[in-house]
């Protein structure tokens, strides 16, 4: 027999990233895990309408999502309990920035990518971020055959759940490739 646990979301663990945006003509960057995958090229995010990156998304109509290691929760937890208002974050990292010039993006982390926003859905206390990746970059140490390797980013997940920071496991299994061993394949 299940049990009944309420409304729980069971959707975590979640990649968590550093947003970036520029606000009054500064790099600005927010800790985020409610970030999803709409198609391939198609990003999507949450956020609550307290939070000062979202004026500069909504200025700009661009951000950056970049993908921190574990090796830096400290600096990537850090971001989600300050806020941009009263903390200077610019000075944390080294910023770059691709052909928007608007969405800054952090040279330490290995991933990163360039978005363009494309929709932006007042959803009551938060604001729904749509956007499109118009570049990824990403260090040569993170590739293997040259895709992206999740083992080498070490990519932090986070449970909002427990509020406790994950580790990616191994791979098990190939996508798309298993499934025709079952037996009514």
């Not at 661009?62 to 929760?73: A, D, E, L, Y």
């Amino acid at each position: 027999m299940k049990n009944k646990i309420g409304t729980l979301n069971a959707l975590y663990p979640l990649p968590t990233v550093l947003v970036g945006t520029v606000i009054n003509g500064k790099p600005n960057y927010i800790t985020m895990a409610h970030v999803g995958v709409l198609k391939a090229n198609i990003v999507c995010m949450g956020m609550a309408k307290v939070h000062f990156s979202g004026h500069g998304i909504i200025e700009n109509k661009t951000f950056s999502i970049n993908v921190p290691s574990t090796k830096q929760t400290v600096v990537t937890d850090y971001c989600g309990v300050v806020s941009g208002k009263n903390t200077d974050k610019s000075e944390l990292f080294t910023s770059f920035y691709g052909v928007m010039k608007t969405a800054p993006m952090i040279e330490e982390f290995a991933v990163n990518m360039e978005c363009k926003l494309i929709d932006h859905l007042d959803y009551g206390s938060h604001d729904i971020f749509i956007g499109e990746i118009v570049n990824t970059f990403c260090d040569d140490s993170v590739l293997t055959d040259g895709q992206i390797d999740l083992k080498k980013i070490d990519p932090i997940l986070f449970d909002m759940n427990t509020r406790k920071y994950w580790q990616l496991g191994d791979s098990y299994a190939k996508a798309w490739s298993i499934g025709k061993t079952h037996p009514k394949f």
